[in-house]
């Protein structure tokens, strides 16, 4: 059995712990900006942008790692009990959905962060279904879903700008 490369572990780590971080502000600069969009729930999904970079610089794993810790770690920081369920249930979905149109390579990022985006909603209203015990509040999927679009494609076109310049990480 090869023994690993200590110097590309330590990269690795510090590379995982560099976005988990970047992911942590971004969250929190989020959470701070005061609601600035014609609809209640919307945001822009700054963080969105690292788990980009996270899957295409360091793969589907490093994705799904950062994104998960992330949720975990703005639950506990700055959140409740109902924001991590919402949130897991979105950023899960959408990291998923994102690292299936990776893998199948014909997607572009701004396509990828486009379906990212809209499934993240996606999986916040089933989340709110089975808390209110209710298909009724599915009317707002319509409404997520074109902020899902405009939101997936600005963080899109900003994320493929920085994985074009930012090296690949150590894996």
Do not use: C
Request: net charge positive.
């Amino acid at each position: 059995m090869k023994k690993p490369d200590s110097r590309r572990t330590v990269r690795s780590v510090a590379s995982h712990g560099l976005l988990i971080a970047l992911a942590l502000i971004l969250s929190y600069v989020e959470a701070r900006v005061p609601a600035f969009f014609a609809f209640p729930g919307m945001k822009l999904g700054l963080t969105n942008i690292v788990v980009l970079i996270a899957l295409y610089r360091m793969g589907g794993v490093s994705a799904m790692t950062v994104n998960l810790l992330r949720i975990v770690l703005v639950s506990l920081l700055f959140g409740t009990f109902s924001s991590f369920v919402y949130s897991m249930a979105g950023g899960m979905l959408s990291t998923t959905v994102m690292l299936l149109l990776r893998y199948i390579g014909k997607f572009r990022p701004v396509t990828v962060s486009i379906a990212g985006g809209v499934s993240h909603n996606v999986g916040q209203i089933i989340a709110a279904m089975v808390i209110m015990s209710t298909a009724g509040i599915g009317w707002y999927l319509s409404v997520l879903w074109f902020t899902g679009l405009i939101s997936g494609a600005l963080i899109g076109i900003l994320g493929s700008l920085l994985i074009k310049r930012l090296p690949s990480p150590p894996a």
